[in-house]
């Protein structure tokens, strides 16, 4: 194997926003931040969706206004059909 072609692999630790859960694994990703944990020291990769914030994964529901997505199709359809 080549040296010096292959990016560092080092502790991360991925935040999730919502939750503020940490996930402390290790990745090739880039951070600016570091924080020590238990005497390790991880880089911080801030995430917006994580497992524990996803509705696909945590089973909440969301409402979405469905109601107003086809009123405004339908508007925007009936003004060309009266041409």
């Given at each position: 194997?080549?040296?010096?072609?292959?990016?560092?692999?080092?502790?991360?630790?991925?935040v999730?926003?919502e939750?503020?859960?940490?996930?402390?694994?290790?990745s090739?990703?880039?951070?600016t931040?570091?924080?020590?944990?238990?005497?390790?020291?991880?880089?911080?990769?801030?995430?917006?969706?994580t497992?524990?914030?996803?509705?696909?994964?945590?089973?909440?529901?969301?409402f979405?206004d469905?109601a107003?997505?086809?009123?405004k199709?339908?508007?925007?359809f009936?003004r060309?059909?009266?041409?």
């Amino acid at each position: 194997m080549k040296k010096d072609i292959h990016p560092s692999y080092r502790p991360v630790a991925f935040v999730d926003v919502e939750t503020g859960n940490k996930f402390l694994t290790r990745s090739t990703v880039r951070t600016t931040q570091k924080e020590t944990i238990d005497g390790v020291e991880y880089g911080v990769m801030v995430c917006d969706v994580t497992s524990h914030s996803h509705p696909a994964f945590t089973g909440e529901k969301r409402f979405v206004d469905t109601a107003g997505r086809v009123e405004k199709f339908q508007n925007k359809f009936r003004r060309r059909r009266g041409n």
